[in-house]
Nanobody, 122 residues
């Protein structure tokens, strides 16, 4: 029900735009977020946005570089990634939950996309 896209290979300092399209139901009142998992590491929180209050939450490592946004009319969530660093290399997953939880606990997100690879070369 969530389909992530937009990953690819980019040089350090470059930009990518990830999209997550929801289908099967409206996610307008759900919190939506992004997580990532690098090889050999645990999945980590990147950013999330409330479905109701509109507030957002970011991991410290991405603040000021990555921006989450949503278009509820299109049932999509976007992660604009600027000033990318090699340490941003990972598989990125979009996720959503109906409790409007925008925190870091991946277990509290009920719906997950399949992941899209982002590779940042130095």
């Amino acid at each position: 029900q969530l389909q992530a896209s937009g990953g690819g290979l980019v040089q350090a300092g470059g930009s990518l735009r990830l999209s997550c399209a929801a289908s099967g139901r409206s996610f307008s009142n759900y919190a939506a977020g992004w997580f990532r998992q690098a090889p050999g590491k645990e999945r980590e929180f990147v950013a999330a946005m409330s479905g109701n209050a509109g507030g957002s939450n970011y991991a410290d490592s991405v603040k000021g570089r990555l921006t989450i946004s949503r278009d509820d009319a299109k049932n999509t969530v976007t992660l604009q990634m600027n000033s990318l660093k090699p340490e941003d290399t990972a598989v990125y997953y979009c996720a959503a939950n109906p409790a409007d939880y925008t925190g870091r606990a991946s277990s509290l997100y009920n719906y997950w996309g399949q992941g899209t690879q982002v590779t940042v070369s130095s």
